[in-house]
């Protein structure tokens, strides 16, 4: 899992169907009810590109891949069940109990041999991406002087800069909630490395531009037994910050993702900062897939 930051980590775990946007590929989980979320982003690798619906039910969670340029390849977080290591703690991440309030979704943490359950939850804060485009975005000549409100219309460059989102469009804006740091990763994080000395040293590799970076290692799980490094990258001019973090867990190295409950809550002020619109209702995906299936 290679995480570009915008915004603080959080777990955005990613349902319509685009006629002429290739086919899709989907995994329901639990029993759904009537409360239900869906949010959507857009991801590219190599030349593919792809639009990742997430729907959430109160006891499901239902993943969809849509192609929308090629054949997108990359792994989806698509399984029910994902590990959770922190601080003298293992647990699990499970969809079979997600309750949905509106735009609130409550996923309990499971501790390993316990009746024991933490609390994670997020509520997805909302942005009207009415009229907004890629000039509503100032990239500055410097990652701390940004201002504006980034979108896929600012990673997608080979659309018109003055194609606006259409009536409707919706950005969210998730605000994680957790009762403590972990890490969390499922069995198709796990990586071909020996050792995680291995993984550190292809992690410090990952730019040839000589950017600073940072690596800390840490213990974490059940007595503090399994091992931890996260590999950090500075912004550097426009470019941002870029975390890695991997895990030896029972024997193997996975990539995984972090979640920090000190974090800060994401910026909503496109004047003093940037606000991270890369999460979308269905409105805004729709427009974004027309588009990206015009113009590439």
């Not at 399984?79 to 079979?96: A, I, Q």
Request: charged residues 25%; glycine residues 8%.
């Amino acid at each position: 899992m290679n995480k570009l930051i915008i915004t603080p980590i959080a777990l955005s775990l990613l349902a319509s169907v685009l006629i002429g946007c290739g086919e899709g590929e989907d995994a329901i989980f639990g029993s759904g009810g009537s409360n239900e979320l869906t949010v959507s982003t857009i991801e590219r690798s190599s030349n593919a590109i792809a639009r990742i619906d997430t729907t959430y039910n109160t006891g499901a969670r239902r993943v969809k891949k849509i192609n929308i340029v090629g054949s997108y390849d990359q792994n989806l977080d698509d399984l029910d069940l994902s590990v959770v290591l922190g601080d003298k703690f293992e647990g699990t991440l499970e969809d079979k109990h997600i309750e949905v309030d509106g735009r609130l979704v409550k996923r309990p943490i499971y501790e390993k041999n316990s009746s024991n359950k933490l609390k994670f939850e997020t509520i997805y804060r909302t942005r009207d991406l009415s009229g907004v485009d890629a000039r509503d975005y100032d990239a500055s000549n410097s990652y701390a002087n940004r201002r504006g409100i980034f979108t896929d219309l600012n990673n997608y460059t080979k659309i018109p800069n003055n194609i606006g989102f259409p009536s409707g469009s919706i950005c969210y804006i998730p605000v994680v909630t957790s009762e403590r740091s972990f890490f969390v990763f499922d069995v198709k994080d796990k990586t071909g490395f020996k050792t995680l000395d291995n993984w550190v040293s292809d992690a410090e590799q990952r730019f040839n531009d000589k950017r600073q970076s940072s690596t800390t290692r840490i213990n974490i799980g059940f007595n503090n037994s399994q091992k931890a490094a996260q590999v950090k990258f500075f912004a550097v001019n426009n470019d941002p910050e870029y975390i890695y973090n991997g895990v030896n867990y029972d024997g193997g190295i996975y990539e995984a993702d972090f979640v920090n409950s000190a974090a800060s809550i994401p910026n909503q002020d496109s004047i003093r900062g940037v606000v991270d619109c890369t999460i979308v209702n269905k409105v805004a995906a729709d427009f974004l897939a027309t588009q990206i299936t015009k113009h590439y």
